[in-house]
C-alpha cells in the first residue's frame, strides 16, 4: 500500500512524517504546476473551484508515481468541499486509475470516524503508535507554521532577494528530516536564527498587509501566484493568520473537545455578517476587521472564482473597508490566472497604500467612507 494526500503548501512534510512514522510507504506527489492544473481541469467540471482541479491533478500525478491510497480531508456546509470526495472518485475513474479515496470527515464531536479511517489503512496500529506519529507531525505543523511566519515577517527587509527563501528552503529540509521532537525544535531554531541573520533594520515604518480569503488560495503558493513573497518583494510585512495548526485546532481539536470555535472572529464579523456561509467566509470578515483594528495598512482578498463563501464575504468587504477605514482588493484565482494582470494589480494597490501613508503623514489622509480604496 502506497499513500498519498493533495499539496498544500508545506503541508507535505508533517503529513509524511505521520504515514512514515505508522510504517506506510508514502508518495509526496510532484509539486503543484501548470501541468497539474491542466490534468485536474481536464478530468473536472469546466465550473468547479480551483482547488478541486488542483488536487484531482495531484491525486493522479501521484497515482503515475504509484500511489493507490488517497488520503482526502471532507467537509460540511453550504462549502463544495463536502461533495469533493465524489467528483474526485468519478475524475480518478475517468483518468483510469484504480486509487482508493479515504475521506477523513470532520469529527463533529465524534473522533471514531478519524480512527475508522486510519484503520483502513493501517489496521494493525496500536494506539501508542497512532499518539507518537501524531505528537511527531502535531510537532511539524506547528513547526512549518513558524517558519511560514518568519518568511512572511522577514522578506521586506533581507539583505539580498531570495535570501529569506533560501534559509527557509534549507530549514524545511531540516524539518522533513527530523525523526524526533526535539529534532523538530533544533530545526526551527537554526532556521529562525539563520533568516535573523539575513535580514537589515530599514528606515521608516513598516507596511503591513493582511491576507485572508479561502484557506487552500491562501496557504498554497502554486494557485495564490506566490502572492506572499511578492508582497515581501514589494517591501511589505505580511500578516496570515491563517495556519495548518490553528485550522487544526479549531476543525479537529475543537469539534471533538465541544468548544466553539472562532468565537473572536464571529464576534468581529457579526456586525457585517451574522450568519454561516461555510468556508471560511465569515473568517475573511472578521479578520478584515480585527486587521483594520490593529493598524495594518491594508487586506488582501484571494479566492477560487466561483467561491460562494468568498463571494458573500467579497460583496460585504467594501462596506467593511469604508465603516473600518482599510483599504481592501479582492482577487479571484482560476487555473487561467496570468502572473501579470496578478502582478499589475498587487503594484498599484502596494502603490495606493504608500501614497495613503504620505498623505496621512502630511495632516490630509484620503477619506474611506466613499470607498475609494475598496479596490474589488
Wanted: charged residues 20%; proline residues 6%.
Amino acid at each position: 500500500m502506497r499513500v498519498t494526500f493533495p499539496h498544500l503548501g508545506n503541508l507535505w512534510i508533517p503529513v509524511r512524517a505521520f504515514f512514515s512514522s505508522l510504517g506506510l510507504d508514502v508518495v509526496v506527489p510532484p509539486p503543484t504546476t501548470k501541468r497539474t492544473l491542466s490534468i485536474g481541469a481536464k478530468y473536472t467540471p469546466e465550473g468547479a473551484c480551483l482547488p478541486l482541479k488542483a488536487t484531482v491533478g495531484n491525486f493522479i500525478e501521484a497515482a503515475e508515481l504509484g500511489a493507490d491510497t488517497i488520503f482526502m480531508v471532507g467537509g460540511i456546509g453550504p462549502c463544495r468541499l463536502g461533495y469533493y470526495c465524489e467528483l474526485q472518485r468519478h475524475a480518478l475513474s475517468r483518468a483510469g486509475s484504480n486509487a482508493q479515496l479515504v475521506v477523513v470527515e470532520p469529527p463533529r464531536r465524534d473522533p471514531r470516524g478519524l480512527v475508522q479511517a486510519l484503520r483502513t489503512v493501517k489496521r494493525r496500529a496500536t494506539l501508542r503508535q497512532v499518539v507518537e506519529a501524531g505528537r511527531l507531525a502535531w510537532a511539524k505543523f506547528g513547526a512549518v507554521d513558524a517558519l511560514d511566519q518568519a518568511a512572511n515577517m522577514a522578506r521586506w527587509r533581507e539583505t539580498a532577494p531570495g535570501e529569506v527563501d533560501a534559509a527557509v528552503h534549507r530549514g524545511l529540509a531540516l524539518l522533513d528530516a527530523a525523526e524526533t521532537c526535539d529534532a523538530v525544535l533544533y530545526a526551527v531554531e537554526q532556521t529562525l536564527h539563520d533568516v535573523a541573520c539575513r535580514t537589515e533594520e530599514r528606515l521608516g515604518p513598516t507596511m503591513r498587509v493582511g491576507v485572508v480569503g479561502e484557506i487552500y488560495v491562501v496557504m498554497e503558493p502554486a494557485v495564490n501566484m506566490d502572492v506572499c513573497r511578492k508582497l515581501g518583494r514589494l517591501g511589505v510585512q505580511v500578516v496570515q493568520p491563517i495556519t495548518f495548526s490553528h485550522w487544526i485546532e479549531e476543525h479537529i481539536v475543537g469539534d471533538i473537545a465541544r468548544r466553539m470555535p472562532r468565537s473572536n472572529m464571529l464576534s468581529r464579523a457579526r456586525p457585517y455578517l451574522r450568519h454561516f456561509v461555510g468556508g471560511h467566509g465569515v473568517e475573511s470578515v472578521g479578520r478584515s476587521v480585527d486587521m483594520a483594528r490593529s493598524g495594518l495598512a491594508g487586506v488582501l482578498h484571494v479566492a477560487p472564482m466561483t467561491c460562494m463563501p468568498e463571494i458573500v464575504a467579497q460583496s460585504i468587504l467594501p462596506l467593511v473597508s469604508q465603516s473600518e477605514g482599510i483599504p481592501v482588493m479582492s482577487l479571484a484565482v482560476d487555473e487561467h490566472t496570468a502572473d501579470v494582470g496578478f502582478d499589475t494589480r498587487l503594484e498599484a494597490f502596494c502603490d495606493l497604500l504608500q501614497a495613503r501613508r504620505r498623505q496621512a503623514g502630511e495632516g490630509s489622509c484620503p477619506s474611506v467612507s466613499t470607498g475609494r480604496w475598496s479596490m474589488l
